[in-house]
């Protein structure tokens, strides 16, 4: 059994896909986990339940719409109520869905940027004083299109490039006692609505690696920059195949 006192990090959507596969490398190396979720309350529960079952009081899940301020900033309070410190706070949770010139509206607007940018800035807020207590770190999933712009998702691209300038900005602000960094997948897992073969042969043409990432390629990325990358800060690194590079 691991201490009491071990590492906690709390992962936003951290129910399904990256977020979870993230969860579970971090578990597996016996850190305590905090999953926030929104509508994946069955899998955040069972993820809770394989964690606790294999290391009792290791995890928890926490229900938030990050868009609701009250149950937003409550997220980071209730690590601390649970586990009594906070080590990592991973930005992972995102919206994504196209917003086409003349067909969109301030209510996609509000929901691409409380998710990819608003949330981020006040979840780091609340947690900076108890990650600079443990000399903490922020991890945010950005994404290429934060830098490459993608067509008919121009308010997408333009909340991830706010999270880019987040992580520089903070990494600067909250210095020396807490680094900021950013992992910017590139093509990792297929969009669940679904793509043609002719599109994905299209984004495996634009990637010199000419192959889809794998989750672990996501995972062994944020894991450097939590452990290893200890002289690093405000750094974006991509993890893209070299797609950003055509």
Request: contains cysteine.
């Amino acid at each position: 059994m691991m201490p009491n006192d071990s590492a906690v990090v709390l992962i936003t959507g951290a129910g399904r896909r990256i977020g979870a596969a993230l969860a579970a490398d971090l578990h597996g190396r016996g850190y305590r986990v905090a999953l926030h979720y929104q509508n994946s309350a069955a899998e955040a529960a069972a993820l809770c339940a394989d964690f606790n079952q294999a290391r009792p009081d290791s995890a928890i899940a926490l229900q938030a719409d990050l868009g609701d301020a009250a149950r937003r900033d409550a997220l980071v309070p209730a690590v601390l109520a649970h586990f009594g410190r906070l080590d990592v706070l991973i930005n992972n949770a995102s919206s994504f869905f196209p917003t086409p010139i003349g067909s969109s509206s301030d209510a996609d607007w509000d929901v691409l940027f409380d998710a990819n940018a608003r949330a981020p800035f006040f979840l780091s807020q609340t947690a900076a004083p108890h990650l600079a207590r443990y000399k903490g770190c922020i991890v945010n999933l950005l994404d290429i299109f934060a830098e490459r712009p993608k067509p008919a998702h121009t308010v997408y691209c333009m909340a991830k490039a706010a999270q880019g300038m987040l992580t520089q900005s903070l990494a600067l602000e909250l210095a020396p006692e807490v680094r900021v960094n950013a992992v910017a997948p590139g093509a990792i897992l297929w969009p669940e609505s679904g793509k043609s073969d002719a599109q994905k042969q299209a984004i495996l043409d634009a990637t010199p690696l000419t192959r889809i990432g794998e989750v672990a390629d996501i995972c062994k990325a944020v894991r450097f920059l939590i452990e290893d990358a200890s002289y690093c800060t405000g750094q974006i690194l991509a993890v893209d195949g070299g797609r950003l590079l055509r």
